[in-house]
Each structure stands twice: as structure tokens, then as C-alpha cells.
């Protein structure tokens, strides 16, 4: 069974361009989870979806970010504008539930702006 | 204070070596925890999840202290593979919705 895959697994960006990051949960999973992480701050939360529906976005930073989930296998993450201080790992993991569930993480997009 | 915490390292232990991670949670009414294991440019994998009698896997043994907040891996014979970063992760009802809240992790380095 196929895990969590995410696209790309690089992107390099100027400041100011869009940049759109792309993953496909674990099929049957009903909950799919949006992480960023850097040395600083670790693993943070940024918005977590039931069934396709947002449940959670306080973690969004602000508005120039977005997500979203069209359907059960797929989901998007979007900075626009970007800027240098979103450089970062952006992981998406998905699961069967909440409440004593593991989470299983995709291989992560590594995203750098310059 | 943070919701999870976790002593940063780096732990170097020679191998074979017994080694011992503690994380402290501020929530009390948090109901799921789990240790995974980050290797270096990698996503976190699932190592174990903990329960409230404790529970082992191998070398790996995993305990639930609820009175004091705090839950612990101990790692034992340490392999050179054991060298990895380990998050704490505590699942919490916050409001009225679960999170899923990750230490900033540990960072192991077994050295030959």
C-alpha cells in the first residue's frame, strides 16, 4: 500500500512568486494534517482536515497561506506571496482517526525562498 | 510554558549502552501518546505508541506517568542505527477538538 505522497520534494522560489504544495493521503485515511518544520520552531501544526473538511487552521500563519482538499486524495498548500522566513519543510500526514490514532507522514517538501 | 516538552540533547551513549528520554506535558486531560522516530531530511516515523501500563517492543520500552505529566523511552543494548532524533508526541482535546502536539524532540547519537 502506497504512503503519503507529497510533490515536490524540492522547490526553490524567488520572494513574491506562488508556490503550491501537493499531497495524497493514505487511502481510507479520513484525517489529513499540514505541518511545517524548521530548526527553530520544530514541528508545527498548521491545519488539519476530517473528511475534506478544515477543522482546525489556527495554526495557519496568516493569510498569505491557504489549503485546501478537493477530495479524499488530494490536498494543496499555497503561499502566496512567498517570502525568505517561509523556508522550511512542509510535511503532510494523514490518518484513521484522532484520539489514539497514528499518524503516518509523507517524505516532505523541502522549500527554500530566496 | 510549552504544552510538550522535551530535553533537546544531543545524548551521546556508546553503544550497548542504556538510554533514557523523559517529555512532560502541561495538559492534563490528554489522552494519546506516542514516540516517533526522525532520522536526518526524514519525515517522523511511529516508533511506539505508549500506554497506561507501559509497554515494550524489543529493546524499546515506553511508560506513562499521568500523576506527574510525564512520559519516557528507554532505549537498551543502543545500536549505531539508534542515532536519530525522537519527538514526543501528545494528543489533546484543546476546546473541544484533538491535537496532535509534538515535542521538539531529542537528538540520539550512539557512537561506536
Known amino acids: 500500500d502506497a504512503g503519503v505522497i507529497q510533490s515536490p520534494r524540492h522547490e526553490v522560489t524567488e520572494m513574491g512568486q506562488e508556490v503550491t504544495l501537493r499531497c495524497k493521503p493514505i487511502s481510507g485515511h479520513d484525517y489529513l494534517f499540514w505541518y511545517r518544520q524548521t530548526m527553530m520552531r520544530g514541528l508545527e501544526l498548521l491545519i488539519y482536515?476530517?473528511?475534506?473538511?478544515?477543522?482546525?487552521d489556527s495554526g495557519m500563519p496568516e493569510d498569505r497561506f491557504s489549503a485546501k482538499m478537493p477530495n479524499a486524495s488530494f490536498s494543496t498548500l499555497k503561499i502566496q506571496p512567498s517570502e525568505p522566513r517561509d523556508s522550511a519543510v512542509y510535511f503532510c500526514a494523514s490518518s484513521r482517526g484522532l484520539a489514539g490514532y497514528e499518524q503516518y507522514f509523507g517524505p516532505g517538501t523541502r522549500l527554500t525562498v530566496t | 510554558r510549552k504544552e510538550v516538552e522535551q530535553d533537546p540533547g544531543p545524548f551521546n551513549v556508546p553503544e550497548g549502552a542504556t538510554v533514557a528520554f523523559n517529555c512532560t506535558y502541561s495538559n492534563s486531560a490528554s489522552q494519546s501518546f506516542f514516540w516517533y522516530r526522525q532520522d536526518c531530511r526524514k519525515e517522523p516515523k511511529l516508533l511506539m505508541s505508549?500506554?497506561?501500563s507501559g509497554n515494550e517492543d524489543g529493546r524499546f520500552t515506553a511508560q506513562l506517568n499521568r500523576a506527574s505529566q510525564y512520559i519516557s523511552l528507554l532505549i537498551r543494548d543502543s545500536k549505531l542505527s539508534d542515532s536519530a532524533t525522537y519527538l514526543c508526541?501528545?494528543?489533546?482535546?484543546?476546546?473541544?477538538?484533538?491535537?496532535?502536539?509534538f515535542g521538539t524532540g531529542t537528538r540520539l547519537k550512539v557512537l561506536a
Open positions: 505508549v500506554y497506561s
Open positions: 508526541v501528545v494528543n489533546s482535546d484543546s476546546s473541544g477538538t484533538y491535537k496532535y502536539i
Open positions: 482536515f476530517n473528511n475534506n473538511v478544515p477543522i482546525d
